[in-house]
């Protein structure tokens, strides 16, 4: 099975830097995924990672540590409409398709 | 192609009536997913298809719980007997052949069970 544990709430300032972190424990290992999720609306992807390391794209980039079963998403000058719901999900090595994902940390930003 | 979409998007029913909720992927997806969201959680896995074939169900999903994908293309889910824990946000995902990582979810369908 697998345990993916993140923040329920963070708040930010626009113009700031925010970063959620997303810790998991799995029997195996197969990648990692970010979505964001606006209320009321389906998630959208934002990254995968599969190596360790960081990957950056425009203002998000999201790192992984296998080693120690952690990720963390980070945003760059906050956006009043990067307030969302973000969703860490992780695929184990069985052979699967399908990401479990986590309960997901709601960002306020705020002026 | 515009995306992954469902219908209805809304559903209000009374307890112990059967729904059904319909998924068109994006065009060439062979990948299918449905998953159920309840209001402060993440996508629950309900169950997988590729091409046809159903190849995984959650064990979560009791037997009131069918899916269908008969010709690989479109795919049906329906609740059988309705009950109230059965309100939720039903999304559908559906994902390429090649370069599969990235999973583009559906608008939704939600259901109130009354």
Request: proline content about 4%.
């Amino acid at each position: 099975g697998q345990n993916i544990d993140q923040p329920t709430e963070m708040t930010a300032t626009e113009g700031a830097i925010v970063q959620i972190n997303c810790t998991y424990q799995t029997s195996g290992f197969n990648g990692l995924f970010w979505y964001q999720q606006h209320a009321g609306e389906a998630p959208t992807f934002l990254s995968y990672n599969v190596l360790d390391g960081l990957e950056e794209k425009g203002r998000f980039s999201s790192f992984l540590s296998r080693s120690k079963g952690y990720s963390y998403l980070l945003l760059k000058e906050l956006q009043m409409k990067d307030s969302a719901s973000y969703l860490c999900a992780v695929r184990d090595k069985r052979g699967s398709y399908i990401p479990t994902f986590g309960r997901g940390t709601s960002l306020i930003v705020h002026p | 192609d515009t995306g992954v979409s469902q219908d209805p998007r809304h559903k209000i029913t009374k307890r112990g009536q059967n729904v059904t909720f319909r998924c068109d992927p994006i065009s060439e997806h062979n990948r299918l997913y449905w998953y159920r969201q309840t209001l402060g959680q993440g996508p629950e896995f309900l169950t997988y298809f590729q091409n046809e074939a159903q190849l995984e169900k959650s064990r979560l999903l009791s037997d009131r719980f069918s899916a269908e994908r008969p010709k690989g293309s479109f795919s049906t889910l329906e609740i059988q007997r309705t009950e109230q824990g059965d309100s939720a946000m039903y999304l559908c995902a559906s994902s390429p052949r090649t370069g599969g990582n990235e999973q583009f979810f559906g608008p939704g369908t939600r259901l109130t069970v009354l």
